[in-house]
């Protein structure tokens, strides 16, 4: 069962989760409206990669910055900065692979605290989420 959840620039569905693949990965689509970005930011422990389905991406991975359509696959290894946006007028969507899984927790997370605050996460909720999963601001 795929549950669609609202976020602050765009909205994910849950493909795959860490319960349904046994810890190996789980997959979100995501949604990006236009104007969409995130922090930059490493995740330690995980490997995240994108396949793009619709529109256009694009993600700052190290120093190398990649506009991505669609069918075109992008990978960020564990450690390395990066940061997705969505710079064009029209919505962009894309698959978000995550290994080892669980990653889906935050973003269904993020989606809950912003719908439970009209719409904007307030900065200490937003930090105190973001601590409890593999993420660090760069």
Same mark, same amino acid.
Request: hydrophobic share 45%; aromatic share 8%; proline share 4%.
């Given at each position: &069962?795929?549950?669609?959840? +609202?976020? /602050? @620039?765009?909205? +994910?569905?849950?493909?795959?989760?860490?319960? /349904? @693949?046994?810890? #190996?990965?789980?997959?979100?689509?995501?949604?990006?409206?236009?104007? !969409?970005?995130?922090?930059? !930011?490493?995740?330690?422990? &995980?490997? /995240?990669?994108?396949?793009?389905? *619709?529109?256009?991406?694009?993600?700052?991975?190290?120093?190398?910055?990649?506009?991505?359509?669609?069918?075109?696959?992008?990978?960020?290894?564990?450690?390395?900065? !990066?940061?997705?946006?969505?710079?064009?007028? #029209?919505? #962009?969507?894309?698959? /978000?692979?995550? @290994?080892?899984?669980?990653?889906?927790?935050?973003?269904? *997370? &993020?989606?809950?605290?912003?719908?439970?605050?009209?719409?904007?996460?307030?900065? *200490?909720?937003?930090?105190?989420?973001?601590?409890? !999963?593999?993420?660090?601001? +760069?």
């Amino acid at each position: &069962m795929s549950i669609t959840y +609202v976020m /602050e @620039t765009g909205s +994910v569905v849950v493909r795959a989760t860490a319960a /349904e @693949t046994g810890g #190996a990965y789980s997959i979100v689509e995501y949604t990006a409206q236009p104007g !969409h970005s995130r922090s930059r !930011h490493i995740h330690r422990n &995980m490997i /995240e990669a994108f396949l793009v389905l *619709e529109g256009e991406g694009t993600f700052e991975v190290g120093e190398r910055l990649v506009t991505a359509g669609p069918g075109e696959f992008i990978t960020v290894a564990r450690g390395v900065p !990066h940061n997705v946006f969505n710079r064009t007028d #029209a919505p #962009a969507r894309w698959l /978000e692979i995550y @290994t080892p899984a669980g990653f889906e927790a935050y973003l269904i *997370e &993020m989606a809950e605290a912003a719908a439970a605050n009209g719409g904007s996460i307030p900065a *200490e909720v937003r930090a105190a989420i973001t601590a409890r !999963h593999d993420i660090e601001r +760069v």
